[in-house]
């Protein structure tokens, strides 16, 4: 049975792909879908991507890129709608989702990828009324988010943890981002090993790749040529820890003073989860430890702009409690900077402990602190340790994600035709 795909159908509730990464929900799962859903299109797969219109201003669908649709569902309030309220938008998002689904001919879409739990949620109910097979990507977890809580984070609630059990048993095929991330499928969740498969995101490489003159970009960024730049990329919520290296930061100038004149510590990024509540905490911390001198807050920016900041720094820093991969460290790797990140979930994928990065364990400050002084230190290392960055993160393009993908699809394709057909969902379920 053949196992051709022409129309995919991906399913993204909470953040949409016209996002800009960096703030609020939108991060490397954004840059994940977009750059997938291109990739497929310049191979003659359509996508259609579903998401919850989250302003009256944006039109019902939108082109994303050529073969590549934006659809707008409108479920519940348009704005300051909370992730944690979301599943109560579920039914009328799903409801939307068929409908636009049944203005077409049967068979319109040969295949669902859905993206987060809530996404899952939406793609059961779509997959069993259309016919087709069910491919999920959790991205985060809520089992493993809650046994590394970054101190005054919440714990994800019960509904989402059996929301992702549901969605588990439910999926043809899972992707996990690293073979930890698999493990964490089948160990905490139970799910079949044989509907796992290991696909790692990917990094655009012809963005992000090394400056041709370093100087020039630190010019266009207003940074002193001569300058030692930490860097930090990501949402400001205490999943990711920015704290810790402001903390690392002050220990480092508590113990050297003389950095102080050269050192520069730029973050860039937006408030987003619980940070959004405290939009300004971290600049206040700042100032608490005596080092909003040397601190620089930059908004979220495009990808070019962004692979100027990569290529800027000397050093990029991803202290995260937890990451599903962390997209982050391989940017950076891919513009020649090295990145010193914790020894957490898919970072130990990400980065290359001693050759293309260091890893540390825990979120001890002073840990940090040891680390970036050391390299600081040690030009020589810090040179091998590009060198080393560069040649990792081209194991990560992006077309070789699709690659993978492709089998997944495939393969999800030819066994839904090969199993029995399910019980269709009645009318009323999802109404």
């Known amino acids: ?37 291109k990739r497929l299109a310049a191979r003659g797969i359509e996508v259609d991507v579903f998401t919850r219109a989250t302003s009256r201003a944006l039109p019902p669908v939108a082109e994303l890129a050529p073969g590549v649709l934006v659809r707008n569902v409108v479920a519940g309030p348009f704005e300051e709608l909370d992730k944690g309220e979301l599943p109560r938008q579920l039914c009328g998002f799903t409801s939307a989702v068929l409908r636009a689904e049944a203005s077409h001919e049967p068979g319109h879409y040969d295949l669902l990828h859905t993206h987060y739990w809530l996404s899952g949620q939406a793609g059961w109910a779509a997959k069993a009324r259309w016919g087709v097979p069910l491919v999920h990507s959790m991205h985060t977890m809520a089992k493993v988010k809650n046994a590394a809580l970054a101190e005054g984070d919440k714990p994800e609630p019960a509904e989402r943890v059996l929301g992702e059990e549901q969605v588990v048993e439910s999926a043809d095929r899972l992707v996990a981002n690293t073979a930890e991330e698999a493990r964490d499928l089948i160990g905490l ?64 100038l508590a113990d050297d003073p003389a950095l102080r004149s050269r050192l520069v510590v730029a973050v860039v990024g937006g408030p987003s989860g619980s940070g959004r509540c405290r939009p300004r905490e971290l600049q206040n911390l700042a100032a608490h430890l005596g080092i909003d001198d040397v601190v620089r807050f930059e908004p979220p920016c495009p990808q070019a702009e962004l692979a100027d900041w990569y290529r800027a720094a000397d050093i990029t820093v991803v202290p995260s409690h937890n990451e599903s991969f962390g997209l982050v460290a391989v940017e950076s790797q891919a513009c020649g900077t090295p990145v010193v990140a914790a020894s957490v979930g898919g970072l130990r994928t990400a980065v290359r402990d001693g050759d293309s990065g260091v890893l540390v364990r825990g979120h001890d400050p002073a840990a940090y602190a040891a680390v970036l002084r050391g390299l600081h230190d040690d030009p020589a290392r810090r040179v091998r340790l590009a060198r080393g960055a560069v040649r990792h993160a081209r194991d990560f393009g992006w077309d070789a994600t699709v690659d993978r993908l492709l089998q997944v699809y495939t393969g999800a394709v030819v066994g839904r035709v090969a199993a029995p057909s399910p019980t269709p969902i009645p009318a009323e379920a999802t109404a």
């Open 189 to 252: 969740y139970g799910a079949d090993p044989s509907r796992v498969a290991t696909v790692s995101p990917g990094v655009d490489l012809g963005v992000f790749r090394p400056a041709a003159e370093p100087g020039a970009v630190r010019a266009r960024l207003g940074l002193p040529p001569d300058a030692t730049v930490l860097l930090f990329v990501g949402r400001i919520q205490p999943l990711k820890a920015p704290d810790v290296l402001l903390r690392a930061v002050a220990r480092m």
């Open 1 to 37: 049975m053949s196992g051709r795909i022409s129309r995919i159908a991906t399913i993204s509730v909470h953040t949409s792909p016209l996002d800009q990464p960096g703030t609020g929900d939108a991060g490397g799962m954004n840059v994940y879908i977009v750059e997938v859903a």
